[in-house]
């Protein structure tokens, strides 16, 4: 817990955790205390829940309490935040369902105890029933500790942006931008409903606690203007800051944008550690609008780092300090360059050629995140090997395996077994509704389809056939959206493939945003299979650099990068023309996530704007730069 000087901006009590699975467990043994303190007193114990991803571990250890511990929750009685409209309950998208697989099914809690929001109410009936809700809680006592989640607007429940304070249990339309957030839920944006019914604000006030939880830095701009920013209706989380008793919980990615993290010498005296002064020497940098070598004495002072000047002496020896570092981290040899003094450079000289693998975890996270890179690697006579993680099967159209089967059906048209399988496979896909999980066949077309785009980007890329690696890791086969977590089968594929390559460097996803997960799961296993090579010794291991690179969602902060790779005009060229490969994904993907760009395009804008932000700070000018970030273990 931070002081409280360093919290002067904060209107909400926030505590920061690690992680969130840390932070998970501190909310259940709050709920799981007042549950138990209830009991010895033989009263109820009012519980207002929420959905999506967020609250799934804390459902976790309330489950392990009760199967573990024994602790009981038959005096709980719950009320959840919201539902779709329409929505039946046993379909797959219903918080109805969402409940009783993640919690209800394996609690004491008695069924008629239990309040979802009915989405299945008719048109006519739905206000009747919404102050029937209301008066459910009112009679129950209120609620005693409310959970919620956060959206990108700034949502709670599902009261967007115009929300009255004073509002209560009703029906909403949806922000365009939390349904384009559920579209990977509903396999697109046209399958999400427009409507919902949700407690209001008023409702959610009236609780005598409150916690909200946030994960992850998709998370961390909102929560910044819920805490620190004004109260407004245009972002309701805001007028949470009226309340008594509230807190919000949340793990150290989704706290990056909160000034005692952002910018810690605004708020307080600082321990200047390395890192800290090159990110304030480039905020400053930045905020000044000035190239690091022009900073001045009076600029540091009058931004909270006189200390910090104090203690180096001056602002010319501060800045070239800085500068050094930055320009040391830029490198047109990202497998080392040989017959070179490679002291300060982000790689090592020798061994050259080296051996690199490239993880993606989707068949074109490798030419979208680090394009420019692999196509250096190769050009420089390195082994480059790419293991693409998973299959990626449900992010390709229907259409597409009707397009690829009308292919095969013309090449082998005197294959009747093969008619009567593409006439069986139209009719499913004709008949399928939203959300639907695919036949495994369907399911093996779409990631045939997705491996033989990588096939084609990496022999555009110079990559050999024998060097692309399909590792289809078991946690991923589930054919929906939500995947199982990983398990010692996909660390064993991954820690055979590296056993077998033994490389000198690898490359992994370290794009933590994505709207699905899988990139955060498949960074997991890169770690865990690590830390069992590691364990056991292996000698190569120790000879091994991991670079972390980041894809369409997100881009490493420039103090943060350690290894920058220019990217000339016509290498820019190349990239978009090995991501152009990945025809399924072209012109529209399925998990688009909220920004219409298509990939290649974020990926250009992305690598052009870190080239100007390095250009900025008094560095060469590039056409554009990918950025990594070194792991050590």
């Keep these: 817990m931070v002081e409280e000087e360093q919290k002067k901006f904060e209107r909400i009590h926030t505590i920061i955790h690690e992680n969130s699975q840390e932070a998970s467990y501190y909310v259940a043994q709050e709920i799981i205390s007042l549950v138990s303190q209830r009991q010895k007193e033989g009263k109820k114990m009012v519980l207002g829940l929420a959905t999506g991803s ?30 779709y409209f329409p929505m039946h309950s046993e379909s797959i998208h219903s918080y109805v369902r969402f409940m009783r697989e993640h919690l209800f099914d394996h609690l004491d809690i ?19 029933y919404c102050q029937n809700y209301e008066q459910k809680i009112i009679d129950a006592g209120g609620i005693d500790i409310q959970i919620l989640g956060i959206g990108r607007t700034g949502h709670i429940g599902f009261n967007e942006p115009g929300s009255s304070l004073k509002s209560k249990t009703r029906l909403v339309r949806l922000d365009r931008i939390t349904r384009l957030d559920a579209a990977s839920d509903f396999f697109g944006k046209e399958n999400v409903p427009s409507k919902a019914i949700t407690m209001g604000v008023g409702t959610i006030m009236g609780a005598k606690r409150i916690i909200l939880m946030a994960w992850g830095e998709g998370k961390a701009n909102i929560i910044k203007q819920a805490v620190e920013g004004p109260i407004q209706e245009s972002v309701p989380a805001t007028f949470l800051q009226n309340h008594q008793n509230c807190d919000f919980i949340i793990d150290r990615a989704a706290a990056t944008s909160l000034t005692r993290e952002a910018t810690p010498w605004l708020v307080g005296d600082c321990d200047w550690t390395e890192g800290l002064i090159k990110k304030a020497t480039i905020w400053l940098s930045e905020t000044r609008n000035k190239a690091v070598l022009k900073l001045t004495n009076e600029d540091y002072s009058e ?28 490198t047109g040899w990202p497998g080392g360059k040989p017959q070179a003094d490679d002291t300060k450079r982000p790689e090592r000289a020798n061994p050259f050629p080296k051996k ?51 292919f095969a059906t013309d090449i082998q048209e005197d294959n009747d077994a093969l008619q009567i399988q593409f006439q069986e496979v139209k009719t499913f896909l004709s008949n399928k509704s939203p959300g639907e999980v695919d036949q495994p066949i369907i399911q093996k077309f779409k990631g045939l389809i997705r491996k033989g785009e990588a096939m084609a980007a990496c022999r555009y890329c110079g990559v050999q056939e024998a060097n692309a690696h399909f590792q289809n890791l078991p946690f991923y086969e589930t054919g929906t959206v939500k995947k199982n977590p990983y398990s010692e089968e996909d660390i064993a594929l991954t820690y055979d493939l590296l056993n077998h390559i033994k490389p000198q460097q690898i490359f992994a996803a370290g794009d933590l945003s994505d709207p699905h997960g899988t990139h955060r799961v498949c960074l997991d296993i890169i770690f865990a299979t690590i830390d069992k090579l590691v364990a056991d010794k292996v000698a190569w291991i120790k000879d091994c650099y991991v670079w972390l690179y980041r894809g369409a969602w997100q881009e490493w902060d420039i103090a943060d990068m350690e290894m920058a790779i220019p990217i000339g005009p016509k290498d820019m060229i190349r990239k978009r023309n090995a991501i152009f490969k990945h025809q399924s994904q072209k012109d529209a993907a399925m998990f688009p996530g909220s920004d219409e760009r298509e990939f290649w395009q974020r990926a250009e804008d992305r690598n052009r704007e870190t080239a100007k932000k390095y250009n900025a700070l008094g560095l060469a000018e590039y056409e554009a730069m990918e950025g990594f970030v070194r792991y050590k273990f």
Excluded at 63 to 74: D, I, L, P, R, T
Excluded at 110 to 128: C, F, L, T, W
Excluded at 366 to 391: F, K, N, P
């Design 54 to 83: 967020t609250p799934i571990k804390v459902y976790d250890y309330l489950v392990q309490a009760h199967k573990e511990q024994g602790v009981s929750f038959s005096n709980v009685i719950s009320f959840n935040l919201d539902e």
């Design 110 to 128: 008695p069924a008629h105890q239990i309040n979802i929001p009915d989405g299945q109410q008719n048109k006519e009936s739905v206000r009747a």
């Design 303 to 330: 931004y909270g780092m006189g200390s910090l000047i104090a203690e180096i002496g001056s602002a010319e020896e501060l800045n070239v300090k800085i500068f050094n570092q930055l320009q040391q981290t830029i």
């Design 356 to 406: 690199s693998i490239i993880f993606s975890p989707h068949p074109d996270d490798d030419v979208i995140s680090m394009g420019g890179t692999l196509l250096r690697l190769v050009d420089q006579g390195h082994e480059v090997h790419v293991a693409y993680q998973t299959s990626g099967n449900i992010a390709v159209f229907d259409d597409e395996v009707i397009r690829f089967l009308d």
